[in-house]
């Protein structure tokens, strides 16, 4: 059985939460992310610096009826590892004994 290449950038379960769903749009507001993940700005801040430094996770600032707004998006190189990082977690979750 080849190795599993689980990503541990994206394996903290937040982070790995965070993947999940900018995967599933081209781009999510911070306050978004934040409100689905249950977590403090600062701790999501934290997680999304983690991110954004290994290049899976893009930051946008704008002003938006004049308040600032931040957007995320996964990079190409993000969704890559996020898709690799799932499949890894299912060839493990194939081999688990239940």
């Given at each position: 059985?080849p190795?599993?290449?689980?990503?541990?950038?994206?394996h903290?379960?937040?982070?790995?939460?965070v993947?999940a769903?900018?995967?599933?749009?081209?781009?999510?507001?911070?306050?978004?992310?934040r409100e689905?993940?249950g977590?403090?700005d600062?701790?999501?801040?934290?997680?999304i610096?983690?991110l954004?430094?290994?290049?899976y996770?893009r930051?946008r600032?704008?002003?938006l009826?004049?308040?600032q707004?931040?957007?995320?998006?996964l990079t190409?190189e993000?969704?890559?590892?996020?898709a690799?990082h799932v499949?890894?977690l299912?060839a493990?979750?194939?081999v688990a004994?239940?």
């Amino acid at each position: 059985m080849p190795a599993l290449e689980l990503d541990p950038v994206i394996h903290a379960p937040l982070r790995l939460q965070v993947c999940a769903l900018l995967s599933a749009t081209d781009e999510a507001e911070f306050a978004l992310v934040r409100e689905e993940t249950g977590v403090s700005d600062s701790v999501l801040s934290k997680h999304i610096r983690q991110l954004e430094e290994a290049g899976y996770v893009r930051v946008r600032k704008a002003t938006l009826a004049s308040r600032q707004r931040t957007w995320l998006s996964l990079t190409k190189e993000g969704a890559r590892a996020f898709a690799a990082h799932v499949r890894a977690l299912t060839a493990l979750a194939g081999v688990a004994k239940a």
